[in-house]
C-alpha cells in the first residue's frame, strides 16, 4: 500500500475557503480594486 502523500489538491474546496467568492462578502475585493490590482484573488 502506498503511503498517503499530505497535500492532495482540491479545487473546489480551495476555491470556496480562498476564491473570489469566499472574499466577495468582505471589503478586500473593494479595497484591491480601489488600489488598482491587477490580480484581485488568487
Known sequence: MAT???Y???NR???KK???FARK???II???RRKGRK???K
Do not use: I, S, V, Y
Open 4 to 6: 498517503k502523500r499530505t
Open 8 to 10: 492532495q489538491p482540491n
Open 13 to 15: 474546496k480551495k476555491a
Open 18 to 20: 480562498h476564491g473570489f
Open 25 to 27: 462578502g468582505t471589503k
Open 30 to 32: 473593494n479595497n484591491r
Open 39 to 41: 490580480e484581485l484573488t
